[in-house]
């Protein structure tokens, strides 16, 4: 019986040693989970949803989310980086657990989820903070960095463009046509990627509108987050099973498909953008999924003409690369702000 105590003793402290040892996200989950905290904050009469972790005296990292997620595209990162670091996660207008407001009601745009989250930032009382930018929180994130530089700490860009090389490819092809003509027909859907949508829908001649609600669909959001990566089965179903209730709400679809139209607004900055970079050379960290289809290496590259203190690192992932090299991102954030900011 003892011989058989001494087992069950060693099969049961031998695996909680072992915990000790796992990477960050595997912490995080276990042991501070419980210190991110889920709230809302009024602005403009919305309820602008956010998580939010850490201590307020310590460095803060603003995390900008993309499409079509939310802030739910952090809830692993920010407890792995919570006991060191500030870390707070708002979702936009329209995205997430934030009020969403129709078209009609509510002018979607860059421009404007800009000043939404200024007017949060300044809310908070956060003066100083690194952001992390991924997706749509770039634009959103440059246009508040160039417009308050002294603000800004460092940038951790995670497939986020600000260069013309990033959007030069077959998937933004008819997305630019589409801000040339939003009535477009069958234009820039004749390429290797959209064809395989034209054919599957039976439609050689695909409005370009209609092209793009299939973005918005259960096959396209399973396709962003398991594109690219190295294995299929390490992507958490959880993913699509938060984001895709919340494309299907009522009138979701025209609030994505305006942010199509308004992402025309983006590329005629990029040069005002690119001269903040090599005028006030921000430290950024480079974390980018390079098989990522949307917002691919391309994009990435370019960073290095403007930016001297950049590290810079490509990862063997897809678009959202936190889900399958989290810990690994992790890890370089850590050592980037332990660097920059100390």
């Given amino acids: ?201 039976q439609k050689p001649e695909m409005t370009n509108d209609e092209a793009l609600r299939f973005l918005l669909t259960i096959g396209a959001t399973k396709w962003q987050y398991t594109n690219g990566v190295r294995d299929t089965e390490m992507i958490s179903p959880d993913t699509w099973g938060h984001v895709q209730p919340l494309l299907d709400r009522e009138g979701n679809q025209e609030i994505q498909l305006q942010m199509f139209y308004s992402y025309r607004s983006n590329p005629p900055l990029y040069a005002e953008w690119q001269k903040y970079f090599r005028e006030h050379q921000p430290p950024t960290l480079i974390v980018w999924g390079k098989n990522d289809k949307i917002f691919p290496a391309a994009g990435a590259h370019p960073y290095k003409r403007d930016l001297k203190n950049l590290e810079f690192h490509l990862l063997d992932t897809g678009h959202f690369a936190l889900e399958e090299d989290g810990d690994l991102i992790a890890d370089y954030i850590r050592s980037f702000l332990a660097r920059e900011l100390n």
């Avoid at 707070?88 to 745009?109: C, K, L, N, T, W």
């Fill in 1 to 201: 019986m003892r011989f058989l105590t001494q087992k069950l003793v060693r099969a049961l402290i031998v695996p909680i040693m072992l915990g000790l040892s796992f990477s960050p996200f595997v912490r995080a989950q276990d042991q501070t989970q419980s210190d991110v905290k889920y709230r809302t904050i009024q602005i403009d009469g919305l309820e602008i949803f956010y998580r939010e972790a850490g201590d307020p005296e310590n460095p803060t990292l603003l995390l900008l989310h993309g499409f079509p997620t939310s802030s739910h595209m952090f809830r692993n990162l920010m407890p792995a980086l919570s006991d060191d670091y500030h870390v707070i996660a708002p979702d936009y207008p329209g995205y997430g657990f934030s009020s969403m407001p129709s078209v009609d009601e509510f002018d979607y745009s860059f421009d404007h989820f800009a000043r939404i989250i200024e007017k949060f930032i300044d809310q908070k009382g956060l003066d100083k903070y690194s952001l992390y930018l991924m997706d749509y929180g770039a634009p959103v994130g440059f246009r508040i960095a160039a417009a308050h530089p002294e603000r800004i700490e460092s940038l951790i860009i995670q497939n986020g463009n600000a260069y013309d090389e990033g959007i030069d490819n077959n998937f933004w092809e008819p997305i630019r046509e589409y801000w040339k003509n939003r009535d477009a027909v069958n234009k820039g859907l004749d390429n290797d990627w959209w064809k395989n949508v034209k054919a599957a829908y």
